[in-house]
């Protein structure tokens, strides 16, 4: 039996999933805010704190219309990349907790150069049903996916 190639490409789009998933959060923490036992005046102050997020994640995270937005991830002999219009193509270090799940792909990795760790959420109805089933398969099966940065 041959062994699978080094080379994997993959790209997504925006999910309606995940923007309604965070639109109800959103909600559920407005409703939270003004139900609390809380001073009239939190609440109010709380509020612009919850729509600044929305502002930052939803154009960047959800529906990846942002040039900073991640859309890609490929795999070849210099190892894994993941892309946006704003940097192109990026050398990134996956990490061991990524987690590749039926319905949804936690991808968590470190880019080059940074200590701290970034995790994206690829929902099933972000890329075709198959796609999504082979990112899960290179996720779990793949060899050499938890390293370093290749240098590049």
Request: with cysteine; net charge positive.
């Given at each position: ?95 061991p907790d ?45 060899r050499r ?8």
């Amino acid at each position: 039996m041959s062994s699978p190639s080094e080379r994997f490409e993959c790209r997504w789009q925006g999910s309606r999933l995940l923007l309604t998933a965070y639109l109800t959060a959103q909600g559920l923490a407005f409703l939270a805010l003004w139900m609390s036992a809380l001073p009239w005046w939190l609440p109010l102050c709380l509020q612009p704190l919850c729509l600044a997020h929305a502002w930052w994640v939803i154009p960047r995270r959800i529906l990846l219309n942002h040039p900073e937005a991640v859309s890609g991830l490929r795999r070849d002999a210099s190892g894994w990349q993941l892309f946006s219009r704003a940097r192109g193509w990026e050398s990134v270090a996956l990490r061991p907790d990524s987690l590749a799940l039926p319905a949804l792909v936690v991808l968590r990795f470190v880019r080059q150069g940074r200590r701290l760790s970034e995790t994206l959420s690829i929902p099933r109805d972000a890329m075709p049903a198959d796609s999504h089933r082979r990112l899960r398969l290179r996720l779990k099966f793949s060899r050499r996916r938890w390293g370093p940065v290749a240098a590049g």
